[in-house]
């Protein structure tokens, strides 16, 4: 039988909860991330700009749009800018 001390569960228990508050923080980030690529593809739409690459100005793939609908460039623009 394993005994845990008061004061060592004590900070166990604040590790968890700084764990548990920094991922639920950086969850909050991603999700406002998400949202700000939904409003501008949905500015796309309203300019009629939507699907269009926004480095060559080419259409974006329809697979990649399935995949990501806020993604802003085409297949060959994102691998040479990588």
């Given at each position: 039988m394993v005994r845990l001390d008061q004061p060592a569960v004590g900070?166990?228990?604040r590790i968890d909860a700084m764990r548990a508050q920094a991922m639920a923080i950086e969850t909050e980030n991603r999700r406002q991330i998400f949202i700000e690529k939904i409003d501008l593809a949905l500015i796309r739409i309203k300019q009629k700009t939507?699907?269009?690459c926004a480095s060559c100005e080419g259409?974006?793939?329809k697979k990649r749009l399935?995949?990501?609908p806020a993604v802003t460039i085409c297949f060959n623009?994102?691998?040479d800018k990588q």
């Open positions: 900070r166990l228990s939507y699907g269009l259409h974006i793939e399935e995949n990501d623009c994102a691998t």
